[in-house]
């Protein structure tokens, strides 16, 4: 398994691709500018089969269409976020992108403790609402991929709707309790490890849930 990180659309979002022993590849997140994507695949002699979206605001399904279509690769969602992929206002892509959208309309809903499968890689969903009522983070192996959920030495915005802080910090202290060492590849900016969280980040090792009940 190798994993290259891409920074795409107009707020950088971080698209993952996780390249298979067989030449294929998922993507988690695409984050608009899909043709920077298919330079990377083609560059790199890969692909792609499989689209894991960790939420569905714009910044991280924007060209999610375009890359399904012109790759045939299925798209997962959580069932809580999947009318965000044909909703302009429902993914923020008027205050995201100007107003600029392509709806998804060929997916497949996941839930908690889904597994998705390419070659030797499975890739188990973990719902972590907080952000989003369905945002989930990726385990594969001994990486995490956590979307807006988890950042380094900070968390996701629950400011929009359908966000939590109450839930989020919830979701936060299941992140936490998964035992074993983990890398964190998040959402925007750069990655970490799950050892370092719980050890420095306030979020997963104060006592501030209780602040929020």
């Known amino acids: 398994m190798k994993i290259y990180r891409l920074p795409l659309g107009i707020l950088s979002a971080n698209c993952y691709v996780i390249e298979s022993e067989k030449g294929n590849a998922a993507a988690v997140d695409i984050g608009g500018e899909y043709p920077k994507l298919r330079r990377f695949l083609q560059e790199h002699s890969l692909t792609l089969k499989k ?3 960790t939420h569905g605001h714009y910044d991280h399904m924007g060209g999610t269409a375009q890359a399904a279509s012109d790759t045939g690769a299925q798209v997962y969602i959580h069932e809580n976020d999947a009318q965000m992929l044909t909703s302009r206002q429902a993914s ?5 992108s100007g107003g600029a959208f392509e709806p998804v309309s060929d997916f497949t809903v996941i ?3 889904s597994v998705i499968s390419l070659d030797e890689l499975n890739f188990e969903v973990i ?6 009522k369905g945002s ?4 594969c192996g001994s990486n995490i991929f ?8 900070s968390i996701g915005r629950t400011d929009f709707p359908g966000g939590s802080m109450a839930e989020m910090l919830s979701s936060i202290r299941k992140l936490s309790e998964i035992s074993g060492s983990y890398y964190v590849y998040p959402g ?3 990655e970490s490890d799950l050892d370092f969280e719980r050890k420095n980040n306030p979020y997963m090792n104060g ?3 209780e602040d929020f009940i």
């Open 51 to 53: 689209i894991l979206l």
């Open 111 to 113: 839930s908690d403790g």
């Open 207 to 209: 006592n501030l849930y």
């Open 146 to 153: 956590s979307g807006d959920t988890l950042f380094r030495m």
């Open 92 to 96: 923020l892509a008027e205050a995201i």
């Open 188 to 190: 925007h900016n750069e």
């Open 127 to 132: 719902h972590t609402p907080g952000h989003t």
């Open 136 to 139: 989930v983070c990726y385990k």
